[in-house]
C-alpha cells in the first residue's frame, strides 16, 4: 500500500486532534452541553401567546438553534468514527453513552419547542411562516408543528427521552458491544484466521465456493453462539418501540418509519406491489448463475459469488479513479468532489482486524466536510460500495449552504444519491467491457444489486412487519427468529435458493437501530427513485446536472411525493413509476441471459 496515490486511512486529526482523548473535543462538547442548557432556559421562556414578541421570539431561537444543530452533527459524527475504527477503543465507547445523553437532552429541548409551536393559533401561524427567515425552513417548522400534534404531552415525551437513554438505545449499544468482541475463526490456505465479523463477511464474495461456505458455516456459529443475547436485545428493544406507539395510540408500526421518510402508505405499497409482481423474472438469472457456478441451485452464501475464478480486483488507487473517472461523465462537479474527499483522506478503508462491519458515511455540516467509512479488499463489490458513500457524501456536500433544518433529508432520499452514483460506476464499467466475458461479470454484479434491493431488502421488510406483529403478545424466542427469518427469505427470493440464512436477523445490524425503525425499505426506495432520475438524465444530458443539485438540495424540505412530482413529473403512489425502474432492471436481465 507504500505506493499507493490515495491513502485508505482517514485524518480525523484535522477535525479534532487526539483522537477519543482529545481534550479540544471534550472542550467541545463541553460547550454544546452548555449551549444546550442555554436554549433549554430561552425554549422554556418563549410563550406563544406573547403575541407583540412572538415573531421576534421565534425568529431568535431558530438562530440559535440551526448552529447548534450543526456543530451537534460534527460532534456526534466524530463519536461514530472514533468507536467504528476501533472497537475496542474504551473512550470511544464512553462517548457513545456521552452522546445519548446529550441527544436525550437536545430531544427533550426540541420537544418542548415543538409542542409550543403546536400551540400557536393557525391563522397566526400561516403569517409567520410568511416572514423572513422563517418562511425559508417552513417545510421543517409545519413538519415539528405537526409531530408535536402526534405525541404526548411535553412532560410525558421529556420522560421517555430520558429513560430511552438507558431503555431504548442502551440495547443497541449492547448490541454493537456483542458484535464488536465478536471473532470469526476461520481457517484459509491451512492457517486459522480470527477475523472480525466485517474481514469474515468478505469472503462471503469470495470466487471459491469453499472458502464461502466455510465463512458462511463460521459465521452462523459464531452467530449461533450470541444468537440468546442478541435475541434479548432485539426483543427489549421492539419491546420499548411498542410501549412507546401503544401510549402514543399509534397502531400501525410503519407510523414512525413512514413519517421519518415523508412518505404515504400508499407510495409504499405501490412500491412492493410493483415488485412482488415483476421479480418472479429475476428467478432466471438464479438459475443461470447456479449453472455458470456449477451447482443445480444457489445457497445464500453464493449470491454474492463473482462468475469469474479469476476476479479482477483493484487497489484502493486504482478503485478511487476507476469512481472518479465514471462520475466525472455523469456529472463533473460530483468526480471533483470524490477527487477532493481521497485526496484529503476523508475515507477509512483499510482491511484490518478490530474495525466494526459495514459501511456508512457521516457527515460534518459545521466543518463542511464528510467521513466515509468502510473495509475495502479490492472487490468489484468494494468499489461499488465506495461509490455508494460517495454518493450520500456528495448529497451532503450540495447542502451545505442551507440551514440545518433544511439539511435534515429522510433516508430514503438519502439512498437515492448514493444509489444512483452506484449505477453510474456499474452502467459505465458494463459499456466499457472489452471482452464477452467481462461484460457476462459486470451485468452479473449489477444484478447481485438489483436482487438485494427487490429480495433480500424484501425479506427484511416481511421479517420485521411480521416480528412486530408476534412481539405484541410477547417475546419471541431465538428458533422463532429464525423460522420468521428463513419464511421471509423463501418468499422474497420466490423459494428459488437451496440454503438460507436463518441468524440474518442477528447479524444484520439495521433491526438493532433505535433511530430509524424498518431501516429496509427506504434503500429500495431509493435504488428505484434512482434509476427513475437516472432515465431522466440520460434524457437530458448535459443539462441534468444542475437540475440533479437542485434535486437533492430540496430532499430535506420536501415530502417525497411532492419532489417526485416538481423534480420528475411523476406519481409515486401508483405502480407504473416503479414498474418503469423495474423494466430498466429487466433490461440487464436480457443481456445476461442472452450471453452464450
Not at 426 to 431: F, L, N, P
Not at 481 to 492: D, F, G, I, S
Request: hydrophobic share 40%; aromatic share 10%; net charge negative.
Amino acid at each position: 500500500m507504500t505506493n499507493e496515490k490515495y491513502q485508505p486511512t482517514w485524518d480525523l486529526d484535522v477535525i479534532f486532534s487526539g483522537g477519543s482523548g482529545s481534550e479540544a473535543f471534550k472542550t467541545y462538547l463541553q460547550d454544546i452541553e452548555e449551549d444546550i442548557n442555554s436554549l433549554s432556559e430561552q425554549v422554556n421562556k418563549f410563550h406563544p401567546s406573547q403575541e407583540q414578541t412572538l415573531e421576534a421570539d421565534m425568529i431568535k431561537l431558530v438562530m440559535i438553534m440551526d448552529p447548534l444543530m450543526k456543530r451537534m452533527r460534527d460532534a456526534f459524527a466524530y463519536v461514530s468514527c472514533l468507536s467504528a475504527q476501533d472497537v475496542n477503543d474504551k473512550e470511544a465507547s464512553l462517548l457513545l453513552t456521552k452522546r445519548s445523553d446529550i441527544r436525550a437532552k437536545m430531544d427533550a429541548v426540541q420537544t418542548v419547542w415543538k409542542q409550543k409551536l403546536s400551540e400557536i393559533d393557525n391563522e397566526r401561524w400561516v403569517e409567520l411562516l410568511e416572514t423572513p427567515p422563517l418562511n425559508d425552513i417552513s417545510f421543517y417548522l409545519n413538519e415539528s408543528r405537526l409531530e408535536a400534534k402526534e405525541r404526548l404531552s411535553v412532560s410525558q415525551e421529556v420522560l421517555l427521552n430520558d429513560l430511552a437513554v438507558d431503555g431504548y438505545h442502551a440495547w443497541n449499544h449492547m448490541y454493537q458491544s456483542i458484535v464488536g468482541k465478536m471473532t470469526i475463526p476461520i481457517e484459509v490456505e491451512g492457517k486459522i484466521s480470527d477475523l472480525s465479523v466485517g474481514q469474515a463477511s468478505n469472503l462471503l464474495s469470495n470466487p471459491n465456493r469453499s472458502i464461502r461456505h466455510k465463512a458462511f458455516r463460521a459465521l452462523q456459529h459464531e452467530w449461533e453462539k450470541n444468537s440468546d443475547l442478541i435475541g434479548h436485545t432485539l426483543n427489549h428493544l421492539a419491546g420499548f418501540r411498542l410501549q412507546v406507539y401503544k401510549h402514543r395510540q399509534w397502531d400501525d408500526v410503519l407510523k414512525e418509519p413512514l413519517m421519518i421518510n415523508r412518505m404515504k402508505k400508499a407510495t409504499l405499497d405501490a412500491m412492493w406491489t410493483a415488485i412482488t409482481n415483476k421479480k418472479q423474472s429475476f428467478v432466471s438469472y438464479f438459475e443461470k448463475k447456479a449453472s455458470l457456478l456449477g451447482l443445480k441451485r444457489l445457497s445464500f452464501y453464493d449470491l454474492g459469488a463473482p462468475l469469474a475464478q479469476t476476479n479482477q480486483t483493484y487497489t484502493y488507487t486504482e478503485g478511487a479513479e476507476f469512481i472518479i473517472n465514471h462520475f466525472r461523465s455523469f456529472s463533473p462537479e460530483m468526480a471533483e468532489f470524490a477527487k477532493k474527499a481521497f485526496e484529503k483522506r476523508w475515507i477509512e478503508a483499510e482491511d484490518r482486524a478490530g474495525k466494526r462491519p459495514g459501511g456508512f458515511c457521516t457527515s460534518f455540516p459545521a466543518s463542511k466536510q464528510t467521513r466515509i467509512f468502510m473495509t475495502y479488499s479490492g472487490t468489484l463489490s468494494n468499489v461499488a460500495t465506495l461509490a455508494h458513500e460517495l454518493g450520500h457524501a456528495y448529497h451532503q456536500h450540495v447542502m451545505n449552504d442551507l440551514p440545518a433544518m433544511n439539511q435534515r433529508y429522510a433516508m430514503n432520499v438519502a439512498e437515492t444519491a448514493s444509489t444512483l452514483a452506484e449505477m453510474i460506476v456499474a452502467d459505465a464499467a458494463v459499456k466499457n467491457a472489452k471482452t464477452k466475458e467481462e461484460k457476462l461479470f459486470l451485468l452479473e454484479d449489477k444484478l447481485q444489486r438489483t436482487v438485494a434491493f427487490f429480495m433480500n431488502i424484501h425479506a427484511r421488510f416481511i421479517f420485521e412487519e411480521r416480528f412486530y406483529e408476534e412481539r405484541k403478545q410477547g417475546m419471541v424466542p431465538v428458533s422463532r427468529l429464525n423460522e420468521l427469518m428463513v419464511e421471509a427469505q423463501k418468499e422474497a427470493y420466490c423459494e428459488a435458493l437451496e440454503e438460507y440464512d436463518p441468524t440474518f436477523w442477528a447479524s444484520k445490524l439495521h433491526f438493532h437501530i433505535t433511530g430509524t425503525p424498518f431501516y429496509n425499505f427506504p434503500y429500495t426506495f431509493g435504488y428505484l427513485f434512482s434509476l427513475g432520475i437516472y432515465a431522466h438524465a440520460i434524457k437530458q444530458g448535459n443539462s441534468f446536472e444542475m437540475n440533479y443539485i437542485q434535486l437533492l438540495r430540496d430532499t430535506g424540505r420536501m415530502e417525497v411525493e411532492d419532489l417526485a412530482t416538481k423534480h420528475l413529473q411523476v406519481d409515486l403512489t401508483k405502480p407504473e413509476f416503479w414498474e418503469n425502474g423495474i423494466d430498466l432492471c429487466l433490461n440487464d436481465l436480457e443481456q445476461f441471459l442472452a450471453i452464450n
